[in-house]
């Protein structure tokens, strides 16, 4: 892979991880109600998750799910349930968490990996990477490579969205702002389904 199709790799890279999306508006609710800090981990999880994801993809994956297209439908079936239930949990969520207070929770690490895997925006972005930036002369390591851009990109685009959830932790911390920024946010989220329902 050439320095310049490297890159535009970054690029894209960087533009499909810092768009909107269920991942985005997640960490953007999560840096209200729980702060910068304790949406780190959700973060890591969620580059980690991703890059599993992509290399799973790159390595036969994506071919699999073609040649089977009822585990594609099984797939959106999870993906949407899962997304769903996580739309409800942000929705009603009431009060901004500080440590050892409350019920609420960030999303685990573990939790933010696995929702890669059923995450709608994620795959798209993992078969769109893999079918434009792998080379068939080099399958391996343009597919690493891949893999290694999204690593380096993903954590700063998605700080952005966690950074600004926590910036506006002052102004939401009257609990009828923050209830109708949470259902708002709840709705947000359940409404990125609409593109892999109509697909």
């Not at 399958?139 to 700080?159: G, Q, R």
Request: with cysteine.
């Amino acid at each position: 892979m050439s320095l310049d199709v490297f890159l535009a790799l970054l690029v894209f890279s960087f533009v499909s991880s810092v768009t909107p999306g269920p991942n985005n508006f997640m960490l953007l609710a999560s840096g209200v109600n729980f702060g910068f800090r304790r949406t780190v981990p959700h973060m890591f999880g969620i580059a980690g998750g991703f890059a599993s994801l992509l290399l799973a993809v790159g390595f036969g994956l994506g071919a699999l799910l073609t040649a089977y297209p009822q585990l594609h439908v099984v797939l959106k079936a999870a993906g949407g349930a899962y997304l769903l239930y996580i739309a409800w949990r942000i929705a009603f969520s009431r009060s901004l968490a500080t440590r050892g207070k409350g019920c609420s929770r960030p999303m685990r690490p573990v939790e933010a990996a696995a929702f890669q895997w059923v995450n709608p925006k994620a795959w798209m972005m993992a078969v769109t990477a893999m079918a434009i930036y792998t080379n068939p002369q080099a399958p391996v390591f343009s597919i690493l490579l891949v893999a290694l851009a999204f690593t380096l990109v993903n954590f700063p685009s998605v700080s952005i969205w966690a950074g600004f959830g926590t910036a506006m932790r002052g102004f939401l911390a009257d609990p009828v702002r923050l209830k109708w920024f949470n259902i708002t946010m709840g709705l947000a989220l359940a409404s990125t389904l609409w593109p892999m329902l109509s697909a």
